[in-house]
């Protein structure tokens, strides 16, 4: 494993950021970046979409094919393992053919998977639609947040990159909402329009991302440095942060700063991606290794709370909290979507305010409590099960991240807590860093706050020598700032 090293350095100061280690407010905010960020987050609304129409539809593909709650189950599952495989192609093809044409690909797969359901005559054409669908939705999961970041101005960029998660649970608000429309229709028509109905979302999006310009970090690295500097210019908040930009991707890139030329050759290294998966792997550098565990820790904590759970399965979730009518159990399915979303939406127009970290931690803490009630609540339900005991219902509404059996939620309440400890540990605040600074924050673990408070005194400079590589160093600079204090 690569060894982190210390390189002192004189007359050095950082090249981004002011005294308390967050960007200089800008006089404007780019509504450019904006539409850009937004609109490249709106392709999670498949995502959202297939996952809480399919609470929907579950019941009616049973009754209308015939098929076993296994079957069933494995339906609504698999598509975690298929997003998983477009995922995992979405980052070598953003590599050859951009960040945006990757976003057109994933719409025109989950376009044509959408069909492949609607259309579906038995299992096996419905399950194959399904595999489409997972690809495009894998597709448009990962590469969104990518382009999102990399056009973003730091300023903005917290709240740019976490539109993803705001669409994704407005697709499955309107997922939900597409149940209770379609549920009216015939047997073997509703649920077919339910799931056909995703191409329409899926079809517009694509057209729509023609219209954003490509990503100026991709650019640079295809030696387009022209055309990355008039994106930046549009998208940044001033010239001088464009500028700046420009220089760092650069530096990374192993592209001379004083190069001006509109196309440049790019060492093959650089743009290819090869040795990619070595590197994060099996010999990743510390700054690696701590935002892989950082990463795998987030998606993991997320997705073993049970919030998969609630959203497959909360007519059944409702049924066994005592709501039997049908039209009931979806609208109060709606009524989870809709507070789901407007959850996510508070957070987000918070997130550059009070900064990553506290909203993270307070939103966990929140979900220990709720889960706890929920497991209490829904243990008093299972003692009556006779009557309906509607205060145990309406919190089960308000609250719901898990399943029915109450030690389920005890389960996910322990997760939560372990979840918590480990994001106060090991997450960094990374509020108003710039992606190159986040190089420097990253790769100290439990000992990051040491790090944040040396990048707060503009002590450390770069993650990154002349040539692009970092090697593992750290450097700290001695500024005239400090000599001055010193005499």
């Known amino acids: 494993m690569a060894e982190q090293k210390i390189v002192v350095e004189d007359n050095r100061t950082a090249a981004v950021g002011d005294v308390d280690g967050s960007l200089k407010k800008s006089a404007r905010k780019n509504k450019f970046a904006f539409a850009c960020g937004i609109l490249a987050s709106m392709n999670s609304i498949l995502l959202g979409y297939d996952v809480g129409v399919m609470s929907g539809a579950n019941d009616y593909i ?12 494995i339906l609504a599952g698999i598509i975690n393992f298929y997003s998983l495989i477009g995922s995992a192609l979405a980052g070598r093809t953003s590599d050859w053919v951009g960040r945006r044409y990757t976003i057109v690909i994933a719409g025109g797969v989950f376009f044509a998977g959408a069909l492949f359901m609607g259309f579906a005559m038995n299992y096996a054409f419905i399950m194959f639609g399904r595999f489409v669908a997972g690809i495009g939705m894998g597709y448009a999961l990962m590469i969104a947040p990518v382009y999102t970041a990399e056009v973003a101005p730091a300023s903005a960029r917290g709240f740019l990159t976490s539109f993803p998660e705001v669409f994704i649970n407005s697709g499955v608000l309107l997922g939900y909402v597409s149940n209770y429309g379609f549920s009216k229709l ?72 004083d190069c001006d030329e509109d196309t440049v050759q790019v060492p093959k290294k650089k743009s290819s991606g ?8 099996l010999h990743p550098m510390p700054a690696v290794r701590h935002v892989l565990i950082a990463a795998v820790g987030i998606h993991f904590f997320q997705q073993a709370s049970g919030i998969d759970t609630v959203v497959l399965y909360s007519p059944r979730i409702f049924e066994k909290a005592g709501i039997t009518s049908s039209d009931k159990k979806l609208l109060a399915t709606v009524a989870v979507g809709f507070s789901k979303t407007i959850c996510i939406l508070v957070s987000t127009f918070y997130l550059d305010r009070l900064g990553r970290r506290p909203i993270l931690l307070a939103s966990v803490a929140g979900m220990i409590a709720s889960l706890v009630t929920l497991a209490s609540a829904l243990a008093v339900v299972n003692s009556h099960p006779d009557e309906k005991l509607m205060w145990a219902i309406i919190l089960h509404c308000h609250g719901a991240d898990a399943i029915t059996i109450s030690g389920s939620f005890f389960l996910f309440a322990s997760i939560a807590a372990i979840s918590w400890v480990f994001f106060y540990t090991l997450l960094p605040e990374t509020w108003g860093r710039t992606l190159e600074e986040m190089e420097v924050l990253f790769g100290s673990y439990h000992r990051w706050r040491s790090v944040a408070k040396k990048l707060k005194n503009n002590e450390i400079t770069s993650a990154t020598g002349g040539d692009g590589n970092n090697n593992g160093e750290v450097r700290l600079a001695v500024t005239r700032q400090t000599e001055k204090a010193e005499a």
């Open 62 to 73: 049973k009754k209308d094919l015939q098929v076993s709650d296994v079957q069933i189950e």
């Open 186 to 257: 015939p047997l073997h028509l509703g649920w077919r329009f339910m799931l056909g109905v995703g191409v329409i979302p899926s079809a517009v999006l694509a057209v729509g991302v023609l219209t954003m310009p490509e990503s100026p970090r991709w650019l640079v690295l295809q030696g387009r440095l022209g055309d990355a500097k008039r994106v930046l210019h549009k998208t940044a908040d001033t010239k001088e942060e464009a500028e700046q930009r420009l220089a760092d991707i650069k530096e990374a890139a192993g592209i001379p700063l």
């Open 274 to 281: 090869s040795g990619v998966w070595r590197e994060l792997l």
